[in-house]
């Protein structure tokens, strides 16, 4: 027992120095040789520990499994083992071991962190917002949970909330590099390009070669329209053969962009070969998807993202997404009181996601009396207010004046301002309530267009129904109903554009567009292509280039590989 004891001693002194041979040698004798359950517990969680600094993650679980088999309730040994697993891109194994942690032990910061760093990784932007969250409350200093906590909510859509927090974070950990990335990236999706330079430049001054930082520069440039100069940020990385994912994901995009899908297949696949990593291995299949679907490679283009997809795994529940469409035509039914608002400043853009909102708030935009605000959540805010109670014209007068603010202060100038938020059309009862001089222009698209288009996009985690044929049908469904609901009992002006109308005849409907919204006609309607605002969502380098037909009927090319989209194509084409 003193020599086994001894061992344990040296072990642990070995391991703390540093040598880790001496210290695997020494503890796997410790753990042989001690019949005291403690510390033969201890000396496996120590070996594990040493086998792990090693490069041995098998031989590291193997002692950290032994560990907890003498004390399962062990939550060093337990806290160890979550984090091997995730070095092994085991992840759902790693949340187990993290949550059996944080039960054992509720203020165990770094446990909740290292949990939502596993969701991350699955891509499930959610629950790790929770772990975040959870993090930062137990402990407000912890600067990389701050940093944590506003990547996984600009995953999740939002604006405000993550940049608030990427500054705390900074002001925690000023010359964390891996922080600063982080809110480049976030700047980068807002449109503030020249921020986003700034923040990229600066970590790259600190560190010439972060990966993250020259890949975050490049797409920072590529959208700011400087393509030389984002290519010329990553070009060196692209010559070695194996670039970070960020690196290869940006050249692909630069390769779209330049009509050279061809050149980015290789490193794409490359950079898929080398990842084990979740999240990132769908940001690339995605990627491949479409540089495969450029090439007209449509086989090949759907099984990698349909690998994508599935390897995302989110889930929709079409009875969930039923019921709230039920309810919200029941509170509308049951709606009586409006506003006395009479400015017709709100136009409001709705549409499945892929339908041509993006394309037409950038053709009006153009106009010199309309500013597009982009998608915007102030509506859905004040609605989500508005539910379950019964307001006065006075409520409703104040509500609305809350919302002409915020729009108002993005273009005081503009008789028109355009908040293109998608899920808009399910507030539209609301917004009728508000502002009863306000217009809806509706954006229709081939049904299966739309669904392939869905498929291919790599969305927030809001869109949990984009990702499975079956899945969009159904939302698509219920998205129907209500808007057929909202044409006969919505009282606010409503104009429905077809998707495939206006590409082949875009004059006549810019035309009818700005005559709708009742202002004089202006030629820079008809050309999106020189607007040089800053276009946030998917559509970013599609609305860059002149109006065109091309994706009309591209569902055609999928046909074997979609029959749900097909089947639903057909349904909406049968009169009711």
Partial sequence: MSQALGFYNAGTQALASGSLTSAVDLLRRASRGVSEPEIKSSALRNLGIALRRCGDEDGAIEAFTAALSIDEDDVKARYSLGNVLVSMARHDEAIAAFQAVRLLSPDFAQAANNEGAAWMALGRAGEAEECFSAAVRIDPSFAHAWGNLGAARAALGRHAAPLHTFQKALSLSPDDTGIR??????????????????????????????????????????????????????????????????????????????????????????????CAQPATRILIGKQLGQVLDALGETDAAFEAIARANTLRGLDFNAAENRSRIDQVISSHQAATSTSNCSDETPVFIVGIPRSGTTLIEQMLDGHPDIFGAGERGDLQVIAGKMHGLELGEKDLDSLAETYLKRIRTLAPQALRIIDKMPNNFMALGEAARLFPRARVI?????????????????????????????????????????????????????????????????????????????????????????????????????????????????????????PRLIELRHQMAQPE
């Fill in 181 to 274: 990335c982080q809110m480049g990236h976030l700047l980068t999706e807002l449109g503030h390009f020249d921020a986003a330079i700034r923040t990229f430049k600066m970590v790259l001054k600190a560190e010439d070669q972060h990966a993250d930082a020259r890949a975050g520069l490049s797409l920072a440039l590529h959208r700011q329209g400087d393509t030389v100069g984002a290519l010329a940020q990553i070009a060196p990385a692209i010559a070695t053969g194996t670039p970070h994912p960020d690196e290869a994901v940006a050249y692909a995009r630069i390769c779209m962009h330049m009509d050279q899908p061809e050149n980015a297949v290789a490193v794409l696949e490359g950079a898929l070969e080398r």
């Fill in 442 to 562: 509706h954006c229709v698209r081939d049904p299966a267009d739309t669904g392939l288009s869905c498929l291919f996009q790599h969305f927030k985690d809001t869109l949990p129904w984009a990702t499975r044929q079956e899945d969009i049908a159904a939302f698509v469904g219920d998205y129907r109903r209500l808007m057929e609901y909202w044409s006969e009992h919505c009282p606010l002006r409503m104009m429905t554009v077809p998707y495939e109308a206006l590409v082949n005849n875009p004059e006549e409907w810019g035309h009818r567009l700005t005559s709708f919204l009742g202002l004089k006609f202006s030629e820079a309607v008809l050309r999106p292509q020189d607007n040089k605002r800053v276009v946030r969502t998917a559509s970013f380098d599609q609305v860059r280039r002149p109006i065109h037909s091309r994706s009309v009927g591209r569902f055609q090319a999928y046909q074997q590989h979609i």
